[in-house]
Structures are given as structure tokens and as C-alpha cells.
């Protein structure tokens, strides 16, 4: 897939406010996470990242994706469905919203609207809504970030009894990390405690290319890798153990003893397309977030830990519609027991 940059605008003056990151929106952001940051900005300023008034360098594909290459997506995630396909509870997923969800969707996507819907730390307007409609098209930062608050912030209300206690850092994280190191990011946590939580996600642009999902498992001792290609990456693994460390020693001034822990990448649905990366990203974070699946029932099986697939994406882009127009989640679809 072929994308070409935009020309960026000129660095702004660093902004010196200290203001608390929660308090902060980060409104001009970019489309690609391996963006380089001028030195004059300030990454620290949002309830996701801490970012705030990068200058917009977006990404985009010169040509949609070939129907050859989607088609090879497609037998590829065919030939895995019945090996990924978890034997566990399932949500039965519609194959498209309520006629009453879907005005409200049709409406949101009228080339005219112009309004912007706006959380802590993410927003989205009418170009981010139409990547998610059809024809579907690869998901930008603003939307990963958008759907990253939405867990930020159910987890924090703890609206559902089930749901961890989460962190979801932007997908501005890992390349300010390669940039900067720990340094580059300390400030990204003034207020937040990474060890008292159950899980901490980081959605990763690869090469802006691919999305894919990296966490920090406190509960389970694990640094974890979803890739909706299959893809294994030891460097993403690494960057998450070498963050936590760097983290670990900056908080309390002395070595963490990381040997019980471990690396884990387990089967996950995968896409049939070279666009819905992003989508898979999104509905991985939340998922875990929500803790709907029972990784313990599923662990050492050759299935997948999500119940969704490549044939859920067409709903669950337009459910992604609604709950950025709605500024939360829809209810949870009851799951149904295995025959």
C-alpha cells in the first residue's frame, strides 16, 4: 500500500503551561504515529498522550488497495477463520445497526456536517466518520485516539463491573519513545500510576502501514503483541519491556526484577483486507478493556481469544460511527453459550 505525506505547517513556540493533562484536548494531531515531533513542541499535554498542538502531517493512500491484494487478504484470513474462531461465549454480532442507530449514522455522514465531536484528549469530524464508512478506508491517529479516550474514560467511571482497570495511551506514544526515550514520555504519567493498573495498551502505527496492539499485563506478568495479520514483533516487545523498566526506575528510584515475566502473542482474528487494521486495533483495546473474553478457558488453544472476525468489520465500522457521534459505547451485546 503506497501512502504519501502532507507538507506539515511550520512549528509552533512551545507551549509552557503546566496544565493538567486531563484538562488538555488535543485537537491538531497528526494521521501518521512515526511522525517526527519538532523539538519546540511539548508532548505532554492530553488525557491520551500527553500531545498536544502538533502540527498535522497526514497520511494518505495514493490509490486505494488493489482488489488483487484483498483478495490475497481475504483467502488469508479464510484459510485461518476456522483455526481463530473462539469455542467460547459469543456476542452474536447484527449485520447492521437499528433503523433508528442508522439516521443517526446517515445523518453524522452528510458531507456538510461540520461538527466536531470532542473528548479529552481526542477529537473527530466528518473526514474521520467517512474513513469509517464505506468504501472502507485505513483508520487515522484520530480515530484510534478517539476510541483510546472512550476506554480511558469508561474505565475510569467504571460503568461496568467487569470492565480492568485500564490505561490507553495514544498512538503517539511509541514513536515519541523511539524519539526521545523515557525522557521523551515522563511526563506522559505525572498523574496516572501505570503500576496500580490492569492493563496499559498501546495502539502502534507500523511504518504507516499497519496498525497493531501492544499491552503491558500487569495482572498476568505479560508484554503482549495483537497483530490482525498474524505478524510477530520481538521490537515492539521489547520497546513495552524497556518502557516499563525506564518507568519502574524513574518512579521508584530503584531496579524492577522483570524474570517472571513474560512475552505473549497470541491467535487473534485476522483481517481479509488491507484496511481494516485499524478496526481490529480499536475492537482488541476494548475487548480487553472490558475484559469480555476468558483468556484463561482459551489460553494454549489453537483459537482465538475475540469474538469477531473479519465478517463482523462492515457493523462494527458503522457501530464506530455511532459511538463517536454518541461519545460512548454501545451497550454490550449479551454473549451466547457454545452449542
Not at 210 to 216: A, D, E, K, T
Request: proline share 7%; net charge negative; glycine share 4%.
Amino acid at each position: 500500500m503506497a501512502f504519501r505525506k502532507r507538507e506539515l505547517r511550520p512549528d509552533e513556540p512551545e507551549d509552557e503551561d503546566d496544565d493538567d493533562p486531563i484538562d488538555m484536548l488535543s485537537s491538531k494531531s497528526r494521521t501518521s504515529s512515526h511522525m517526527k515531533v519538532g523539538p519546540s513542541r511539548d508532548p505532554s499535554q492530553s488525557l491520551l498522550n500527553p500531545i498536544t498542538d502538533l502540527p498535522p502531517a497526514e497520511i494518505e493512500p495514493v490509490t486505494p488497495a488493489s482488489p488483487d491484494l484483498d483478495l490475497l487478504f481475504s483467502r488469508f484470513g479464510q484459510l485461518r477463520l476456522a483455526k481463530t474462531k473462539s469455542k467460547s461465549h459469543q456476542r452474536k454480532w447484527p449485520a447492521t445497526l437499528t433503523p433508528a442507530q442508522q439516521i443517526v449514522v446517515d445523518e453524522g455522514l452528510r458531507p456538510n456536517n461540520k461538527t466536531v465531536y470532542d473528548l479529552p484528549g481526542a477529537s473527530c469530524g466528518i473526514k474521520e466518520l467517512q474513513k469509517l464508512s464505506s468504501p472502507p478506508q485505513w483508520l487515522n491517529d484520530e480515530i484510534i485516539n478517539f476510541y483510546g479516550s472512550l476506554i480511558n474514560l469508561k474505565s475510569h467511571d467504571q460503568i461496568s463491573s467487569k470492565a480492568l482497570n485500564v490505561h490507553c495511551f495514544s498512538s503517539f506514544f511509541m514513536s515519541q519513545f523511539d524519539l526521545g526515550g523515557h525522557s521523551g514520555v515522563k511526563r506522559w504519567t505525572r498523574k496516572i500510576n501505570l503500576f496500580e493498573k490492569d492493563l496499559i495498551l498501546f495502539p502502534t502505527n507500523l511504518s504507516n502501514l499497519h496498525w497493531v496492539l501492544g499491552v503491558i499485563n500487569n495482572r498476568k506478568k505479560r508484554f503482549e503483541y495483537y497483530d490482525s495479520l498474524a505478524g510477530r514483533n520481538s521490537d515492539v516487545l521489547s520497546k513495552l519491556r524497556r518502557y516499563y523498566q525506564d518507568e519502574w526506575q524513574a518512579k521508584k528510584s530503584e531496579d524492577v526484577d522483570l524474570t517472571e515475566w513474560s512475552d505473549y502473542q497470541p491467535k487473534v482474528p485476522l483481517q481479509s483486507n488491507s484496511s481494516d487494521c485499524g478496526v481490529f486495533v480499536c475492537q482488541f483495546m476494548y475487548s480487553l478493556s472490558q475484559n469480555l473474553i476468558d483468556i484463561t478457558s482459551q489460553e494454549g488453544k489453537d483459537v482465538s481469544l475475540f469474538d469477531f472476525s473479519a465478517e463482523n468489520m462492515p457493523y462494527l465500522r458503522q457501530k464506530m460511527v455511532l459511538e463517536i457521534i454518541r461519545k460512548s459505547f454501545l451497550p454490550d451485546i449479551t454473549p451466547e453459550s457454545p452449542d
